[in-house]
């Protein structure tokens, strides 16, 4: 059985992705602006896929395609594009089509995960943004500032803050089940985690 990638290699290979294509390590980035700047023969498909898979990618010769599922929250369709590149530029996955189904979960689908979590939040970019907003304890409020600066879903901050023991499992159950609740409050921000379905589109 092929081990998996320690959390360190993988937080390091995100951050190496980040350095070789000029992107502050710690910082935010457009994830879909710059995927198509810096992989110029990229196609990003978005496609009203099952619910149970959130992305497809194929690399053949030059040409590269990265499907996402249009249906997902815009969050978690961020998080796909980059649990893509991993498998297209980290993997270097050649010649097959990749399917990323929440029922095959081997061990490339985990590491593909927890390196697109740090691609696009690296534990040194977390605790630089705890710092500079001085948040010692964790709340909705700052949950939900924390996605917006790094455009990340709501799941994969909380799968991370639980990984790196900053919230119990208790917490991680709450804020799961509280973001709906929090609707009205914060609708603004809640509906851009929403989206509705769309048709296919090429950009
Ligand atoms: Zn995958």
Same mark, same amino acid.
Do not use: W
């Given at each position: 059985m092929i081990s998996l990638k320690t959390d360190k290699q993988l937080n390091t290979e995100a951050i190496q992705l980040r350095e070789k294509w000029s992107l502050n390590s710690n910082g935010a980035s457009d994830i879909t602006s710059v995927v198509l700047s810096k992989l110029p023969n990229l196609t990003l498909f978005y496609i009203p896929f099952s619910q149970n898979t959130s992305g497809m990618c194929i690399k053949e010769g030059n040409i590269e395609i990265i499907g996402i599922n249009s249906t997902?929250? #815009? !969050? %978690?369709? %961020?998080?796909?594009?980059?649990?893509? *590149? $991993?498998? *297209? *530029?980290?993997?270097?996955?050649? !010649?097959?089509?990749?399917?990323?189904? #929440?029922? $095959? %979960?081997?061990?490339?689908?985990?590491?593909a995960d927890k390196f697109a979590s740090y691609f696009l939040m690296s534990d040194e970019g977390l605790n630089q943004y705890c710092y500079m907003n001085k948040i010692d304890e964790w709340n909705l409020d700052n949950i939900i500032s924390v996605e917006q600066y790094f455009q990340i879903s709501h799941q994969s901050l909380l799968i991370r803050l639980l990984n790196n023991r900053l919230i119990s499992k208790k917490e991680y159950k709450e804020y799961k089940e509280n973001i709906f609740p929090m609707k009205r409050e914060f609708e603004d921000m809640v509906m851009s985690y929403i989206d509705p379905p769309l048709k296919k589109t090429n950009i």
């Open positions: 997902m929250a #815009k !969050g %978690r369709q %961020r998080f796909t594009i980059s649990h893509e *590149l $991993y498998h *297209l *530029l980290i993997e270097e996955n050649v !010649g097959k089509p990749i399917i990323c189904n #929440k029922h $095959y %979960r081997d061990t490339s689908e985990k590491e």
